[in-house]
Nanobody
Framework: QVQLVESGGGLVQPGGSLRLSCVAS????????MGWYRQAPGKQRELVAQ???????YYADSVKGRFTISRDNAKNTVSLQMNSLKPEDTAVYYC???????????????WGQGTQVTVSS
């Protein structure tokens, strides 16, 4: 059974920084893409940043130049460094991982429980 656990959310002033971390644990054979999504009140969940097993990255236009995603394959962790935060970054942030629990099982998507990020003065 795989679990994704996030940490690092909170309240920060505009222009400030936060670092989110996510650890995947349990029966994991291999991990493909890992990423961060966010969902603001009344809006659809959106992809913020993603990183594959080869460390290639994708960023939403709204966060390019401000957010940096990284991962540690040996520890099955993914982090999101968020700088120059804006009020519009306020949302619940969810960790996502595409992984395989064994060589005989298909790749499935797993989600963390979400962590609140609030950017406000």
């Amino acid at each position: 059974q795989v679990q994704l656990v996030e940490s690092g959310g909170g309240l920060v002033q505009p222009g400030g920084s936060l670092r989110l971390s996510c650890v995947a644990s349990g029966s994991i054979y291999s991990t493909n893409d890992m990423g961060w999504y966010r969902q603001a009140p009344g809006k659809q969940r959106e992809l913020v940043a993603q990183i594959n097993s080869g460390a290639s990255t994708y960023y939403a236009d709204s966060v390019k130049g401000r957010f940096t995603i990284s991962r540690d394959n040996a520890k099955n962790t993914v982090s999101l460094q968020m700088n120059s935060l804006k009020p519009e970054d306020t949302a619940v942030y969810y960790c996502n991982a595409l992984l395989r629990e064994s060589r005989w099982r298909p790749i499935n998507a797993y989600w963390g429980q979400g962590t609140q990020v609030t950017v406000s003065s």
